[in-house]
């Protein structure tokens, strides 16, 4: 028997999926973040093998025909090829290999098209695209330092500042103060601000905060509206930097978003995100996608394998249904 190994990597969480060259599932798992950044390629590729290993291992040990491996963190050439020399090496890893930011994933879960772009706001943000004549348009997405702003951490964080600056004084009254206190459980921003200057607050709850910006957005609060329009802006300022770059602005091209901030669904947003487009990228068409990351991942296995349209239908269903 032989099967494909696909894997997803974000920044909150690892999917490990093992499907068979029929595109049936047979091991699928949900690990904790693996962070190259922190334990370098060689520690990510040796945690990967720990936990691939154990699943191979319970079904026999299959043959390994195709491998795709999409992870957050890997946002340069320099690391696409250091991760593909380290997994070359892995016989957990073996036949085609794919290995590239998990933003391709992304773009492959919601299009077939050559020329294409896609913008991932989920835990952060980034964004991809490319054209049928090869030329490929990325973005660092290291934060701050990139000139990042947005998905989950970004709006948690606007969450905590725009109420910290209500209950001080210095900004407008918001709906967000009393929302940031109840979900952290504390009586005062005070509390909330010395929680997290102690440590006793870990900075990891601060993307599940970003939920509160559109419920204050719902009820109408101002504060937390704008920061909705924002995101909406920065979503579209990625999208149309690609296309832009890539010589496209203007042309037919979907535009595939998706993350946890795009799958929550929020109206405002979307409908912020494909006015805006509409605006400043005519022939622009947005394409929501709401299958799990790992989809793409091991779809792009699968094309490694030339495998025809009835297998990458098995492929999407079987991920989906089990996701």
Known sequence: MKVVVAIDGGGSKTDVAILGLDGSVLSRARHGAFTGHMVGE???????????G??????GSPEVASTSVCFADIDFPFEVAAY??????????????????????LLRAGTTEATAVAVVCGTGMNCVGQTADGQVARFAALGEVSGDWGGGGGLG???IWHAARA??????????????????GRASMDDVIIGFHTGELSDVRIPSLAPLIFEAGDQGDEVAIGVIDRQADE???YATAAMRRLGILGQPCPVVLGGGVIAGGHRRLLDGVEQ??????????CVIVKDPPIVGAALLAFDALDADATVLGAVRSALAEAG
């Open 54 to 59: 154990e699943s191979l291992a319970k079904l």
């Open 276 to 285: 805006r487009l509409a605006e400043q990228a005519p022939g622009a068409r």
């Open 42 to 52: 060689a520690g990510t590729v040796k945690q990967l093998g720990v936990v691939v």
């Open 235 to 237: 979503i579209v300022a």
């Open 167 to 184: 209950a001080d004084g210095r900004g407008p009254s918001t709906a967000l103060e009393s929302l940031v206190l109840t979900r952290l």
């Open 84 to 105: 593909t020399a380290q997994l070359s090496e892995c016989t957990w890893a073996g036949g085609k290999l794919f290995v590239d930011n998990d933003t391709f994933a």
């Open 157 to 159: 964080l606007m969450a």
